[in-house]
């Protein structure tokens, strides 16, 4: 289809391990989002990039959450030596610019366990 | 302080009823707002942008008062599909969302 695919759609890890979770935003949309949402709770916004500008990394919850955005597509972010609280759905979002409105993808639900 | 404030809610409301909600952002630069449903375990849908001049879609009708920085949603003639989480979005060099105020709709 059309919109933002996320995969995997579930991911059950132990903890202490790595993950790698993937968004194909929109094609040719230039903002791409990454939230955490934990059940009941609000997005929780994680990192933004915008083109080719430096991401907004300010609500990355420690040096243990990283991404990336090759060739201004596709986008990983990876979590290392996961913890329990890493636990959460993580949604990705995409828009055409930073002022168009996001479309998300059906997410990522990530259980440590 | 939040950069959006949403009452949590839950609003309980009979079918027929007419709901409003309200939410207010802190920074007077922002330059664009939206309304959005999250449904359940689903992902937030688009449900409409807000204008200045306010704007119409259907029972739903969003308006933007800049002076005092809040954002409103009406909801005329509720129906139980109606029921969902609505998420106030605020928009300054990049998206600030609201926690969300729940909906239920009765029969």
């Known amino acids: 289809g059309a919109g933002v695919s996320q995969s995997p759609s579930n991911k059950v890890t132990e903890k202490g391990k790595d993950v790698e979770l993937r968004c194909d935003p929109i094609?040719?949309?230039?903002?791409l989002y990454w939230y955490r949402q934990s059940l009941g709770q609000g997005l929780e916004f994680l990192i933004y990039?915008?083109?080719?500008?430096?991401?907004?990394k300010s609500g990355l919850p420690s040096d243990r959450f990283s991404a990336e955005r090759t060739g201004g597509s596709v986008s990983t972010l990876t979590i290392q030596r996961t913890q329990q609280e890493d636990s959460a759905v993580y949604l990705c979002a995409s828009s055409l610019d930073k002022n168009q409105p996001q479309h998300f993808g059906d997410g990522t639900r990530l259980s440590i366990l | 302080r939040k950069e959006v404030e949403q009452d949590p809610g839950p609003f309980n409301v009979p079918e027929g009823a007419t709901v409003a909600f309200n939410c207010t952002y802190s920074n007077s630069a922002s330059q664009s707002f939206f309304w959005y449903r999250q449904d359940c375990r689903k992902e937030p849908k688009l449900l409409m942008s807000?204008?200045?001049s306010g704007n119409e879609d259907g029972r739903f009708t969003a308006q933007l008062n800049r002076a005092s920085q809040y954002i409103s949603l009406l909801i005329r003639d509720s129906k139980l599909s109606d029921s969902a989480t609505y998420l106030c979005v605020v928009n300054k060099e990049r998206f600030y969302f609201g926690s969300g105020t729940k909906l239920n709709v009765k029969p």
């Open positions: 807000v204008y200045s």
């Open positions: 094609s040719g949309h230039t903002a």
């Open positions: 990039f915008q083109g080719n500008s430096a991401p907004d």
